[in-house]
């Protein structure tokens, strides 16, 4: 079996396809497990995300304030987040971090609300899926700080280099590897793929964006975290079976879905 570990099935990403059509085509594919991520500006796709876990057994939710919509938090809006936060589907707080190539929010107001999402993941006792871009240095520091290794969790759609990645690392994350890691020219991201251990890597697709090769350019979808797991699997010179139980086992393993996976 394989997981897609992170991807985005709101109305605002699927732009018009329903996300029962989408999910089925990613179990003809081969993937039996879906972990929706709801961020944005409104509670809109966070609702979304808990409501299509509710509906289906093969899929759970992450919820949390991006740091592109930094900017917009009230007082109303983190309140509706925390109590989406509490639902028994809802694995982890996220995708939360620092995203220093766009500053869509500034940068003071993104730190700010990492600090308080990982607050967050500390009263609820759930890891944290992290987005980090062009932030190295301050997103080290915050989770240093914050002491995020009692919580744990992921880098999503990891992009940094080997030496990032041993620092992800010994702080106590994991790796997830999205569609980047299947471009020719992505060698610093094909480096991490081989160096990370086995028990501490995840696939995912970020969908909608990021599709791999052969479907980089497209709208990418669930379905396409096989072509991202087979490139990891040359990268490491393993079988691709050996890389869907790794990834799947991690993924019970960092969210506590043991019983979830079992049942797919």
Same mark, same amino acid.
């Given at each position: 079996?394989?997981?897609?570990?992170?991807?985005?099935?709101?109305?605002?990403?699927?732009?018009?396809?329903?996300?029962?059509?989408?999910?089925?085509?990613?179990?003809?594919?081969?993937?039996?497990?879906?972990?929706?991520?709801?961020?944005?500006?409104?509670?809109?796709? !966070?609702?979304?995300?808990?409501?299509?876990?509710?509906?289906?057994?093969?899929?759970?939710?992450?919820?949390?304030?991006?740091?592109?919509?930094?900017?917009?938090?009230?007082?109303?809006?983190?309140?509706?987040?925390?109590?989406?936060?509490?639902?028994?589907?809802?694995?982890?707080?996220?995708?939360?971090?620092?995203?220093?190539?766009?500053?869509?929010?500034?940068?003071?107001?993104?730190?700010?609300?990492?600090?308080?999402?990982?607050?967050?993941?500390?009263?609820?006792?759930?890891?944290? !899926?992290?987005?980090?871009?062009?932030?190295?240095?301050?997103?080290?520091?915050?989770?240093?700080?914050?002491? !995020?290794?009692?919580?744990?969790?992921?880098?999503?759609?990891?992009?940094?280099?080997?030496?990032?990645?041993?620092? !992800?690392?010994?702080?106590?994350?994991?790796?997830?590897?999205?569609?980047?890691?299947?471009?020719?020219?992505?060698?610093?991201?094909?480096?991490?793929?081989?160096?990370?251990?086995?028990?501490?890597?995840?696939?995912?697709?970020?969908?909608?964006?990021?599709?791999?090769?052969?479907?980089?350019?497209?709208?990418?979808?669930?379905?396409?975290?096989?072509?991202?797991?087979?490139?990891?699997?040359?990268?490491?010179?393993?079988?691709?079976?050996?890389?869907?139980?790794?990834?799947?086992?991690?993924?019970?393993?960092?969210?506590?879905?043991?019983?979830?996976?079992?049942?797919?």
């Amino acid at each position: 079996m394989l997981v897609d570990s992170h991807c985005h099935l709101d109305p605002g990403n699927l732009k018009g396809q329903e996300p029962d059509a989408v999910l089925e085509r990613a179990r003809a594919a081969g993937v039996t497990g879906f972990i929706a991520i709801g961020v944005g500006g409104d509670p809109a796709a !966070a609702r979304h995300a808990v409501s299509l876990a509710e509906r289906r057994a093969d899929v759970v939710a992450i919820v949390g304030l991006h740091p592109h919509e930094a900017s917009a938090f009230q007082p109303e809006l983190w309140d509706e987040l925390t109590r989406l936060s509490r639902h028994a589907r809802m694995v982890a707080v996220g995708e939360i971090g620092l995203d220093y190539h766009y500053d869509f929010s500034p940068r003071e107001a993104q730190r700010e609300v990492f600090r308080r999402s990982i607050g967050l993941a500390h009263e609820l006792g759930k890891p944290i !899926a992290i987005h980090t871009r062009e932030a190295a240095d301050d997103t080290l520091a915050i989770l240093q700080e914050e002491r !995020a290794r009692d919580v744990g969790g992921v880098f999503h759609c990891f992009s940094e280099d080997v030496a990032f990645a041993r620092k !992800a690392l010994d702080l106590g994350f994991d790796i997830s590897l999205s569609g980047i890691v299947t471009f020719p020219k992505a060698e610093t991201l094909h480096e991490v793929a081989r160096f990370v251990p086995s028990d501490r890597y995840l696939v995912e697709t970020d969908s909608p964006y990021l599709a791999p090769v052969p479907f980089r350019g497209k709208r990418c979808e669930p379905a396409y975290v096989v072509h991202t797991a087979r490139r990891i699997a040359e990268l490491r010179g393993v079988p691709f079976d050996q890389v869907a139980a790794e990834t799947t086992e991690n993924v019970a393993r960092r969210f506590g879905l043991k019983d979830w996976l079992a049942a797919q």
